[in-house]
């Protein structure tokens, strides 16, 4: 082999290799705004979050892709901020987030690398969104309940698909959302395929601002497409194997509802863990359990066969319904055991 070539053929692939690397940094390459680039502080809100950027909306309606100022720790949907308008866009940015506006509440929910992840702000109604497929679970409902209840956002349950139940199971359904009626949630039978119900789901949402949440595979991008045909949201297929829906949304985006009202959707979430919470305030997620809380005859009650224990006493005379009680006692244990297994894999590191 000639040596010359060889090595000529080396130098080639190494400038390659350099190649790559400079176009890699230059478009990781962060620029930073000089304030003599920059405009008057105007005020918007954020409608979508990117990895590394945020869209806002002025008052007219105008949207502006921001980079966000590193003193800020997090910025999320439905955010009102303060923000800086560039002389030109730059690397498609055309301005700058420099502050934050306090918030009325925040939907938050754990994550195991980043610890304590707030999905989005400033919201009015939570809408928890489940269905007959994969199929309906009360034990997932009230785990959004627990995380409404937390963060003091009232709740609308849904329950999707409802045109694939027979009279007899849709009766059977009826009567187990009837649990969360009792206790004052408010529920909606409907169907983003027949349309049912969805004028009275129109009636909710114009109210203020809703987050969608629920498993994936539920329909909320289905519901989003009958809300907001021109949004054309993917919709996934229930997977045959697992039953569990396929993750069609990749980034929380707020929308304007022609009815009136705003609607935040939210990256698919499989599984809403309790674990960064503690064990009272999951008690106090289940708001039936209040007016007897406290009465126990012990202070460190744990509301199991403990003597004298009011919540169970009121399960037995029918004023809590049984199906919550034994959630409540395996939203507990789920908690812990989480827990314990975080702490496990922390020490492995």
Same mark, same amino acid.
């Given at each position: 082999?000639?040596?010359?070539?060889?090595?000529?053929?080396?130098?080639? %692939?190494?400038?390659?290799?350099?190649?790559?690397?400079?176009?890699?940094?230059?478009?990781?390459?962060?620029?930073?705004?000089?304030?003599?680039?920059?405009?008057?502080?105007?005020?918007?809100?954020?409608?979508?979050?990117?990895?590394?950027?945020?869209?806002?909306?002025?008052?007219?309606?105008?949207?502006?892709?921001? %980079?966000?100022?590193?003193?800020?720790?997090?910025?999320?949907?439905?955010?009102?901020?303060?923000?800086?308008?560039?002389?030109?866009?730059?690397?498609?940015?055309?301005?700058?987030?420099?502050?934050?506006?306090?918030?009325?509440?925040?939907?938050?929910?754990?994550?195991?690398?980043?610890?304590?992840?707030?999905?989005?702000?400033?919201?009015?109604?939570?809408?928890?969104?489940?269905?007959?497929?994969?199929?309906?679970?009360?034990?997932?409902?009230?785990?959004?309940?627990?995380?409404?209840?937390?963060?003091?956002?009232?709740?609308?349950?849904?329950?999707?698909?409802?045109?694939?139940?027979?009279?007899?199971?849709?009766?059977?359904?009826?009567?187990?959302?009837?649990?969360?009626?009792?206790?004052?949630?408010?529920?909606?039978?409907?169907?983003?395929?027949?349309?049912?119900?969805?004028?009275?789901?129109?009636?909710?949402?114009?109210?203020?601002?809703?987050?969608?949440?629920?498993?994936?595979?539920?329909?909320?991008?289905?519901?989003?497409?009958?809300?907001?045909?021109?949004? %054309?949201?993917?919709?996934?297929?229930?997977?045959?194997?697992?039953?569990?829906?396929?993750?069609?949304?990749?980034?929380?985006?707020?929308?304007?509802?022609?009815?009136?009202? %705003?609607?935040?959707?939210?990256?698919?979430?499989?599984?809403?863990?309790?674990?960064?919470?503690?064990?009272?305030?999951?008690?106090?997620?289940?708001?039936?359990?209040?007016?007897?809380?406290?009465?126990?005859?012990?202070?460190?009650?744990?509301?199991?066969?403990?003597?004298?224990?009011?919540?169970?006493?009121?399960?037995?005379?029918?004023?809590?319904?049984?199906?919550?009680?034994?959630?409540?006692?395996?939203?507990?244990?789920?908690?812990?055991?989480?827990?314990?297994?975080?702490?496990?894999?922390?020490?492995?590191?």
């Amino acid at each position: 082999m000639d040596i010359t070539l060889s090595k000529r053929r080396l130098t080639q %692939n190494q400038q390659r290799r350099i190649q790559s690397n400079h176009h890699k940094k230059i478009s990781k390459k962060e620029f930073e705004w000089q304030d003599e680039m920059l405009g008057d502080v105007q005020q918007g809100i954020v409608v979508t979050r990117h990895a590394k950027h945020a869209d806002v909306e002025t008052d007219t309606g105008e949207i502006f892709r921001c %980079n966000l100022r590193r003193t800020l720790k997090n910025v999320v949907v439905g955010d009102l901020v303060s923000w800086r308008l560039g002389s030109e866009q730059l690397q498609g940015i055309s301005g700058v987030i420099e502050a934050v506006h306090p918030r009325k509440n925040e939907l938050s929910r754990p994550d195991y690398y980043d610890g304590i992840k707030v999905m989005a702000a400033n919201i009015d109604q939570i809408i928890i969104v489940s269905a007959v497929l994969p199929q309906l679970s009360l034990n997932i409902i009230d785990r959004y309940l627990v995380i409404c209840e937390t963060a003091k956002i009232p709740a609308l349950i849904v329950l999707n698909k409802i045109d694939l139940l027979s009279q007899a199971e849709r009766k059977a359904v009826e009567q187990q959302l009837a649990i969360y009626e009792k206790i004052g949630y408010n529920t909606l039978c409907l169907s983003a395929d027949s349309g049912e119900n969805m004028a009275e789901l129109d009636r909710y949402l114009s109210q203020g601002t809703s987050i969608f949440v629920g498993q994936s595979g539920v329909g909320k991008s289905s519901l989003i497409n009958q809300l907001l045909p021109e949004v %054309n949201a993917l919709t996934g297929l229930v997977s045959d194997v697992s039953g569990l829906g396929q993750h069609t949304t990749t980034a929380s985006r707020l929308y304007h509802l022609p009815q009136g009202g %705003n609607l935040i959707d939210s990256p698919g979430i499989r599984e809403f863990g309790l674990w960064h919470l503690e064990p009272e305030q999951i008690t106090n997620g289940y708001r039936e359990f209040q007016k007897v809380i406290g009465t126990c005859k012990f202070r460190d009650c744990k509301h199991k066969t403990d003597p004298g224990c009011a919540v169970r006493e009121a399960v037995e005379n029918g004023e809590i319904d049984p199906v919550r009680f034994e959630n409540y006692h395996r939203l507990i244990e789920s908690r812990d055991e989480t827990k314990s297994q975080r702490h496990f894999r922390k020490e492995e590191m």
